[in-house]
């Protein structure tokens, strides 16, 4: 009797931080999608792998680690999920040349604005359109890492979590990759401009 | 003016490492000290920091409400 009890109540308790997790993650599907939406190639495919990666989770509940980061650990479901459904299908790699340097944005902006110089007002000559496609337009290996720290904002160490790869590189394809987006940025300027 | 080996192009260097807070204090302070003086490069430091609070605002899209719908569908039963 004492037996039946006491496996009542594990059930119970099972069951109990098992809700917690499903409402937990959950409450982070906002942000987990906002990641995801600049992860996968199309609202439609970030809408799946979204969905793809709660089922995992709620399935493979007991293999997260509470106390840690649940986000990166939806992040790294995702990623993978990313990975092994072939979804990273490349664009024509447009790696060729060097991406300038860091002030070429800000330098080609203000050029074709007549000297404006007010660095917020430059900013906004790039419509959300320009934004969108010219992040799409980045590399995938480039652009997961932008697309992690500086939209979703994780850490270096999260980020090389998730992704499985070494914080240095990490680091090396974030500043690569801010400087692609600039460089793809320009010339979206351009291209209006002409 | 942005010449290789001058100390603007040194700072253009620091610039992502300085916005991401990995500089080491004396490379902070040679930075900050070097941005102080040379309104050129403080007016391209601003530009990169407005630069990635726009890019993360143009970019993020709220979650479709059907598909938090959907999410919600997926939580397992209790029995």
């Known amino acids: ?194 | 003016m942005g010449h290789i080996d001058d100390p603007c192009s040194h700072c253009e260097e620091m610039m992502q490492p300085y916005l991401d807070h990995i500089l080491s204090e004396e490379e902070m302070r040679e930075a900050e000290h070097h941005l102080d003086e040379c309104e050129w490069c403080r007016k391209r430091y601003r530009f990169e920091e407005s630069l990635r609070v726009y890019v993360r605002t143009a970019v993020s899209e709220p979650m479709p409400a059907a598909l938090k719908e959907k999410l919600a569908a997926l939580r397992i039963p209790l029995n």
């Open chain 1, 1 to 194: 009797m004492a037996e039946a009890s006491s496996d009542a109540t594990r059930l119970a308790a099972g069951a109990r931080d098992r809700v917690r997790f499903e409402e937990e993650a959950l409450a982070l599907a906002d942000q987990v999608y906002r990641v995801a939406r600049h992860l996968a190639n199309s609202k439609e495919d970030a809408e799946e792998l979204v969905q793809e990666t709660y089922a995992r989770a709620f399935r493979s509940w007991r293999s997260y680690q509470p106390g840690t980061n649940l986000r990166a650990w939806l992040l790294r479901i995702l990623t993978n999920l990313n990975i092994d459904r072939g979804r990273r299908q490349q664009r024509t790699p447009p790696m060729q040349g060097l991406e300038a340097n860091d002030y070429f944005l800000y330098d080609r902006l203000a050029e074709t604005d007549g000297g404006l110089t007010d660095e917020e007002r430059v900013v906004e000559r790039l419509s959300q359109d320009d934004i969108v496609s010219a992040l799409s337009a980045v590399p995938h290996d480039f652009r997961d890492v932008i697309v992690l720290v500086d939209i979703g904002d994780f850490s270096y160490q999260d980020a090389a979590q998730i992704l499985d790869i070494p914080i240095g590189t990490v680091m090396s394809r974030l500043h690569r990759g801010r400087r692609v987006l600039k460089r793809e940025l320009a010339e979206s300027v351009a291209e209006e401009g002409s």
